[in-house]
């Protein structure tokens, strides 16, 4: 079992930059690809940013300029880096990971609503 922690969400502004961190516990060596989810409003869960061991990122191209994500295996966690956010980034943010066996896990979510 691999259990999620997300935090640093909330209330920002536009333009102000956040970081989200996703800290794992629990079976740790067996995770594989860490990443990152949103879910708006009414909309679908969407993809935000992904990572392999080996630091390699998958970010949507539409996303790739405002967002960014870090790993510290060491630590077990991954952050995401929102770059002057926008309007349109207010959703629910959570973190997922994927062992090496294909079992995925996921946290349980933090708020982040971009207002003025």
């Known amino acids: 079992q691999v259990q999620l922690v997300e935090s640093g969400g909330g209330l920002v502004q536009p333009g102000q930059s956040l970081t989200l961190t996703c800290a794992a516990s629990?079976?740790?060596?067996?995770?594989?690809?860490m990443g990152w989810y949103r879910q708006a409003p009414g909309k679908e869960r969407e993809l935000v940013a992904a990572?392999?061991?080996?630091?390699?990122?998958n970010i949507p191209v539409n996303l790739r300029g405002r967002f960014d994500i870090s790993r510290d295996n060491a630590r077990s966690t991954v952050s995401l880096q929102m770059n002057s956010p926008v309007l349109e980034d207010t959703a629910v943010y959570y973190c997922?990971?994927?062992?090496?066996?294909?079992?995925?896990?996921w946290g349980q979510g933090t708020q982040v609503t971009v207002s003025s």
């Open positions: 997922r990971v994927l062992t090496t066996s294909g079992t995925e896990y």
């Open positions: 629990g079976s740790v060596s067996s995770i594989y690809a």
């Open positions: 990572t392999l061991p080996t630091g390699a990122r």
